[in-house]
């Protein structure tokens, strides 16, 4: 790769909805995390080419509780920002969604260090989602976000409302007021507000975050407005060319360098065959933009201006250039914490579930609720990046009942998985099962129980482009095939049951014991290999 071009995406698969971040030397970026624990991805950079996780933010129940949040809940479009020596990040927690109402309460922490320990959160409302906090000159602070309106024949995406935020008291004051009710592209959500030479810069996300996905911008001279939109709106979207790369694009945030250069982080996604579904689910890029003579941004990748398509590569900053290690291939489970690569579904890890020092060398999962579950169910996960490459781990579990499973699986959220499971069964024992769920609804793709005799079970899956094959062994040489080859495309936004979902694709470890007797399952390693770099 050449290392003066930024590769897109740059954070690939599911990095949704990227706030991107500028502290002296260096660049943050926080992403979505939904109904996946801990809370808000982040990210390091020091050049914009190279990025590394860092770990997340909320890390404690008492910052994020998930048991029961709706598949796509959870943790929405958080917006980091920088004052007075302190990190902040706003974010919210959606407790319902989909059906017509939204219970979306919004939240703000703080740290010293992006790091952490960030703070117990502070309440702000729950009027709509999608909160941005804006720093003015004269140190006052202001939270804007979607206002959602549930009302039947009414606009759902309300407009954009602006409040004064009051840290002492730890409460918003002041009436909100709505400020932007957006364009004719509808769906306005994902504000982010900018000064520069006393203008008011505000952009926002529109057209939904599918395929009209774009990114508006509208200014003002006064922070409650009128704001008045570009002249040559949308100023990023992929919807008027489908042969683009990276579709969906929109839910943008700016970034200045120290040399004054200019970057739009926003989000993506990638299809795949004639469904058009994006297995990886919506990732992150970069484009370069500058402002024109008129004080508007326009993109400015290639020397070509007035066009809101986004690029693949995009010139890089004039900046000294910073790799970082890749994620590991091998995970051997021998460190005290899961490493930043893994999350878990809903609920924190805890040694009632999860531990890596009971059985050193091992992750042990012990057995709960059913992958169908919105509570508790043991489950860790890994982002599937790429669609070319394979997942492999080494499983000692001894089931004496069909209602107690673990194995490896490919996992998209409650509605829609697959999974290679060793179980017991009344006519063969202890055994292998494929088992998939199609928007809701089981599928055994094994009718004949595959017999094992062995300890220890090596399980595999293999991802190329829109296939996934899964398979197995007992002496760790010699693969068997387990079950036909599965269409991949199922794990991705647009196969859900709402047609619209907001996760991606991961690769999964998990045990379950619906007898309640809590049966401990013991994972040697998890191997992830990548046969591509990224996937064009």
Same mark, same amino acid.
Request: net charge negative; aromatic share 10%; with cysteine.
């Given at each position: 790769?050449?290392?003066?071009?930024?590769?897109?995406?740059?954070?690939?698969?599911?990095?949704?909805?990227?706030?991107?971040?500028?502290?002296?030397? !260096?660049?943050?970026?926080?992403?979505? /995390?939904?109904?996946?624990?801990?809370?808000?991805?982040?990210?390091?950079?020091?050049?914009?080419?190279?990025?590394?996780?860092?770990?997340?933010?909320?890390?404690?129940?008492?910052?994020?509780?998930?048991?029961?949040?709706?598949?796509?809940?959870?943790?929405? @479009?958080?917006?980091?920002?920088? @004052? +007075?020596?302190?990190?902040?990040?706003?974010? /919210?927690?959606?407790?319902?969604?989909?059906?017509?109402?939204?219970?979306?309460?919004?939240?703000?922490?703080?740290?010293?260090?992006?790091?952490?320990?960030?703070?117990?959160?502070?309440?702000?409302?729950?009027?709509?989602?999608?909160?941005?906090?804006?720093?003015?000159?004269?140190?006052?602070?202001?939270?804007?976000?979607?206002?959602?309106?549930?009302?039947?024949?009414?606009?759902?995406?309300?407009?954009?409302?602006?409040?004064?935020?009051?840290?002492?008291?730890?409460?918003?004051?002041?009436?909100?007021?709505?400020?932007?009710?957006?364009?004719?592209?509808?769906?306005?959500?994902?504000?982010?507000?900018?000064?520069?030479?006393?203008?008011?810069?505000?952009?926002?996300?529109?057209?939904?975050?599918?395929?009209?996905?774009?990114?508006?911008?509208?200014?003002?001279?006064?922070?409650?407005?009128?704001?008045?939109?570009?002249?040559?709106?949308?100023?990023?979207?992929?919807?008027?060319?489908?042969?683009?790369?990276?579709?969906?694009?929109?839910?943008?945030?700016?970034?200045?360098?120290?040399?004054?250069?200019?970057?739009?982080?926003?989000?993506?996604?990638?299809?795949?065959?004639?469904?058009?579904?994006? /297995?990886?689910?919506?990732?992150?890029?970069?484009?370069?933009?500058?402002?024109?003579?008129?004080?508007?941004?326009?993109?400015?990748?290639?020397?070509?201006?007035?066009?809101?398509?986004?690029?693949?590569?995009?010139?890089?900053?004039?900046?000294?250039?910073?790799?970082?290690?890749?994620?590991?291939?091998? !995970?051997?489970?021998?460190?005290?914490?899961?490493?930043?690569?893994?999350?878990?579904?809903? +609920?924190?890890?805890?040694?009632?579930?999860?531990?890596?020092?009971?059985?050193?060398?091992?992750?042990?999962?012990?057995?709960?609720?059913?992958?169908?579950?919105?509570?508790?169910?043991?489950?860790?996960?890994?982002?599937?990046?790429?669609? !070319?490459?394979?997942?492999?781990?080494?499983?000692?579990?001894?089931?004496?009942?069909?209602?107690? @499973?673990?194995?490896?699986?490919?996992?998209?959220?409650?509605?829609?998985?697959?999974?290679?499971?060793?179980?017991?069964?009344?006519?063969?024992?202890?055994?292998?099962?494929?088992?998939?769920?199609?928007?809701?609804?089981?599928? +055994?793709? /094994?009718?004949?129980?595959?017999?094992?005799?062995?300890?220890?079970?090596?399980?595999?899956? !293999?991802?190329?482009?829109?296939?996934?094959?899964?398979?197995?062994?007992? +002496?760790?040489?010699?693969?068997?095939?387990?079950?036909?080859?599965?269409?991949?495309?199922?794990?991705?936004?647009?196969?859900?049951?709402?047609?619209?979902?907001?996760?991606?694709?991961?690769?999964?470890?998990?045990?379950?014991?619906?007898?309640?007797?809590?049966?401990?399952?013991?994972?040697?390693?998890?191997?992830?290999?990548?046969?591509?770099?990224?996937?064009?």
């Amino acid at each position: 790769m050449n290392t003066h071009l930024i590769q897109n995406p740059v954070l690939r698969g599911f990095h949704p909805d990227p706030s991107i971040l500028r502290v002296g030397e !260096d660049y943050y970026i926080a992403t979505s /995390t939904f109904e996946w624990f801990p809370g808000v991805r982040l990210h390091h950079s020091r050049d914009l080419v190279h990025f590394r996780p860092i770990g997340y933010a909320l890390t404690r129940p008492s910052q994020l509780a998930l048991h029961g949040n709706p598949r796509s809940g959870g943790v929405w @479009a958080p917006c980091l920002s920088y @004052a +007075d020596g302190l990190f902040f990040l706003v974010y /919210t927690d959606v407790k319902a969604w989909g059906h017509g109402y939204c219970d979306a309460h919004n939240y703000l922490v703080t740290a010293q260090r992006i790091e952490g320990p960030w703070s117990e959160p502070m309440y702000l409302n729950s009027s709509g989602f999608d909160p941005s906090l804006f720093h003015d000159d004269d140190g006052r602070k202001w939270l804007v976000n979607v206002v959602w309106d549930h009302r039947p024949g009414r606009n759902q995406f309300g407009g954009i409302a602006l409040q004064e935020v009051c840290l002492p008291e730890r409460r918003l004051i002041g009436a909100p007021r709505l400020i932007f009710r957006g364009s004719p592209l509808g769906c306005t959500e994902g504000p982010h507000l900018y000064k520069r030479r006393g203008q008011y810069y505000l952009i926002v996300a529109e057209g939904g975050t599918s395929y009209d996905h774009a990114v508006t911008l509208a200014r003002a001279s006064s922070l409650e407005g009128p704001y008045e939109l570009a002249p040559e709106n949308p100023l990023l979207s992929a919807r008027h060319d489908p042969e683009l790369s990276l579709q969906k694009s929109g839910h943008a945030s700016l970034v200045e360098t120290p040399g004054g250069e200019l970057y739009l982080a926003h989000l993506c996604g990638r299809p795949r065959g004639p469904g058009r579904r994006c /297995t990886l689910g919506r990732e992150t890029a970069l484009q370069r933009v500058r402002w024109d003579a008129q004080g508007w941004l326009t993109l400015d990748n290639n020397g070509h201006t007035r066009s809101p398509s986004p690029s693949l590569q995009v010139p890089a900053p004039v900046l000294p250039r910073q790799a970082f290690p890749s994620e590991p291939v091998r !995970d051997d489970f021998d460190k005290k914490q899961l490493g930043p690569h893994f999350q878990t579904l809903r +609920d924190p890890a805890d040694a009632s579930w999860l531990s890596l020092t009971e059985r050193p060398g091992f992750l042990r999962l012990r057995g709960r609720e059913s992958p169908q579950s919105l509570h508790r169910q043991s489950l860790v996960g890994r982002r599937i990046q790429s669609l !070319d490459c394979r997942v492999q781990t080494l499983l000692e579990f001894q089931p004496q009942s069909f209602q107690q @499973a673990a194995g490896l699986g490919c996992f998209y959220d409650d509605e829609c998985f697959f999974l290679a499971q060793v179980t017991w069964d009344e006519r063969a024992g202890k055994c292998l099962k494929l088992l998939g769920s199609e928007r809701g609804k089981l599928v +055994d793709w /094994t009718p004949e129980p595959v017999l094992l005799g062995k300890r220890t079970t090596c399980l595999r899956a !293999d991802l190329s482009g829109e296939g996934l094959c899964f398979s197995f062994s007992e +002496d760790g040489a010699r693969f068997t095939s387990l079950g036909p080859e599965l269409d991949l495309t199922l794990l991705s936004d647009e196969a859900t049951s709402l047609g619209l979902g907001f996760t991606g694709a991961f690769a999964v470890l998990f045990a379950y014991d619906l007898g309640g007797t809590h049966a401990a399952a013991d994972f040697d390693y998890l191997d992830y290999e990548e046969r591509e770099a990224s996937d064009g």
